[in-house]
């Protein structure tokens, strides 16, 4: 499965989580709920982290938990009505440029993605009385979902095929995933 452009997969992942229960802000005046979803998606980077970190190498959960990364900014973005990722190429390389064969270097470069999600996190957090303009926030949301996209190339993984995997098993989850808040 492709993941550009993303508006269809961005469908897919709105109306199976509408369907479980979860709604996303649709405006960018939501800030509380908007710094909530971002620091959902950072801890999904800290789940895949841990995976990174937790011998041995299980490829196919890094991939679960990369796809949880993007699933969670292309939902944002389906919320606020932005198309995430256009029709251009896919991410390339690692980010940071780190060492993708080693731990340390898997674990920064993850961390780079971490931060540039930080950095969308902190334009709603910190300024309460303006909102990032949606170009902005288009951004934003593009950036951490092209670095994963290198990320997963990188280290071999198929991106779009684990997103496919992700929405299929969020189909049966059930209503709030058993009860969950967010």
Request: hydrophobic fraction near 50%.
């Amino acid at each position: 499965m492709t993941i550009r452009p993303s508006s269809t997969v961005q469908a897919r992942i709105r109306a199976v989580n509408a369907a479980n229960g979860w709604d996303a802000p649709t405006g960018a005046t939501e800030r509380a709920a908007i710094v909530a979803r971002l620091a959902l998606a950072i801890s999904e980077v800290a789940e895949a982290i841990e995976v990174v970190r937790t011998p041995p190498a299980d490829d196919a959960h890094l991939a679960e938990e990369m796809a949880d990364v993007v699933i969670r900014l292309l939902d944002l973005g389906s919320g606020l009505g932005i198309e995430v990722l256009d029709a251009g190429p896919p991410g390339s390389g690692v980010p940071g440029g780190f060492d993708a064969s080693s731990v340390d270097g898997l674990v920064a470069a993850l961390g780079v993605v971490a931060s540039t999600i930080g950095r969308l996190l902190d334009a709603f957090a910190v300024s309460p009385s303006t909102a990032p303009s949606r170009d902005q926030i288009a951004r934003g949301l593009a950036a951490p979902c092209v670095l994963v996209e290198g990320l997963a190339a990188a280290v071999g993984l198929d991106l779009g095929a684990a997103i496919d995997a992700k929405i299929a098993r969020n189909v049966a989850r059930g209503l709030r995933h058993g009860g969950r808040a967010i």
